[in-house]
C-alpha cells in the first residue's frame, strides 16, 4: 500500500500543479453555482428536500464531465510525453500503478466536491436542511465520480493522446448513462438487467432524494473495479509489446 500511496500522492500534486486541474475547478465551480440558482433554486418556491434534488442532479452531470476530463491525463499524458517506458519498465507491479494513479484523481475530484458544501448551507438561509440528505448526496456523487473516473483511467490506458482519451471515456459514459432507455423499451427481464447496468438514472436516484441503498453502493463499487481490472490488463498488454 506504500507504493499505492506514494503514487496517489504524486498524482494529487502533479494535477493540483497543472493548469487543467485549476480550470477544471473553477469550471466546475461556476457552473456549479449558476445552475445551482438558475435550475435548483428557480424562480418558483420550493421545499428544501425538493431544492436538495435538483441540486444533486446537477451536480451529477458536472462531476461526471469533471471525471473524464481528470482522468484523461493519467496514462495518455505519459504515452504522448513518453514516460510511459519508465512506468513499464519499473518494479511496481501494473495494479498498483493504476489503482494509485485512480486514488490520487479521486482525492481531486473529492477536494473539488467538498469545496461545494457550500451551496447546501444557503439553502438553510431561507429554509431547513437534512444532513443526512446532504450526506446522501454527497456520497452518491463520490460514487458516481468514482465510477466515471474508472472509466476515463480506462480509456486514458488505452489511448495514446488526451484528446481520444476524453473521445473514448465520453463514449462509454454516455453509453452506459443511456442504458435505461434501452432497458426501458427491451422485453422482460432483459430490461430490467440493462436498467440496472445504467450508470445514473436507477442507482443515483435514491442518493438525490435523501436515501442509501446497499446495491447502489455495490454497483458503483462493481463499475470502479471492473473498469481499473481492465486498465491493469490494458497496461499489462502495453508492457509485452
Same mark, same amino acid.
Given at each position: ?17 497543472? $493548469? ?9 465551480? !461556476?457552473?456549479?453555482?449558476?445552475? %445551482? ?16 434534488? /435538483? ?35 519499473? $518494479? ?13 484523481? %479521486? ?7 467538498? @469545496? ?6 444557503? @439553502? ?6 437534512? *444532513? =443526512?440528505?446532504?450526506?446522501? =448526496? ?41 442504458? *435505461? ?5 427491451? /422485453? $422482460? $427481464? ?7 447496468? !445504467? ?16 446495491? /447502489? ?25
Amino acid at each position: 500500500m506504500s507504493k499505492v500511496w506514494l503514487i496517489a500522492r504524486r498524482e494529487l500534486g502533479a494535477t493540483l500543479m497543472s $493548469p487543467l486541474g485549476f480550470v477544471v475547478v473553477a469550471s466546475v465551480l !461556476a457552473i456549479d453555482g449558476l445552475l %445551482f440558482n438558475l435550475w435548483a433554486l428557480g424562480s418558483t418556491a420550493k421545499y428544501s428536500a425538493e431544492v436538495l434534488y /435538483d441540486y444533486f442532479y446537477v451536480l451529477s452531470g458536472t462531476t461526471m464531465v469533471a471525471s473524464l476530463f481528470i482522468s484523461m491525463r493519467l496514462f495518455a499524458e505519459e504515452q504522448q510525453t513518453g514516460t510511459i517506458s519508465l512506468i513499464l519498465t519499473s $518494479p511496481v507491479k501494473d495494479a498498483q500503478v493504476v489503482f494509485g494513479k485512480f486514488v490520487g484523481a %479521486f482525492l481531486f475530484l473529492a477536494l473539488m466536491t467538498i @469545496i461545494t458544501l457550500y451551496m447546501p448551507m444557503l @439553502i438553510m438561509v431561507h429554509g431547513k436542511v437534512s *444532513w =443526512g440528505h446532504v450526506f446522501s =448526496g454527497y456520497l452518491g456523487l463520490l460514487l458516481l465520480g468514482g465510477a466515471s473516473l474508472s472509466i476515463g483511467t480506462f480509456a486514458s490506458s488505452m489511448a495514446k493522446s488526451q484528446i481520444v482519451a476524453i473521445f473514448i471515456g465520453a463514449t462509454i459514459l454516455v453509453a452506459m448513462i443511456l442504458l *435505461w432507455l434501452l432497458g426501458r423499451n427491451a /422485453d $422482460p $427481464p432483459l430490461g430490467k438487467v440493462v436498467s440496472y447496468m !445504467a450508470l445514473h438514472n436507477l442507482h443515483f436516484r435514491s442518493f438525490m432524494e435523501g436515501k442509501i441503498h446497499l446495491r /447502489d453502493v455495490v454497483f458503483y463499487l462493481s463499475v470502479c473495479t471492473f473498469f481499473l481490472v481492465a486498465a491493469t490488463r490494458m497496461l499489462e498488454s502495453r508492457r509485452w509489446r
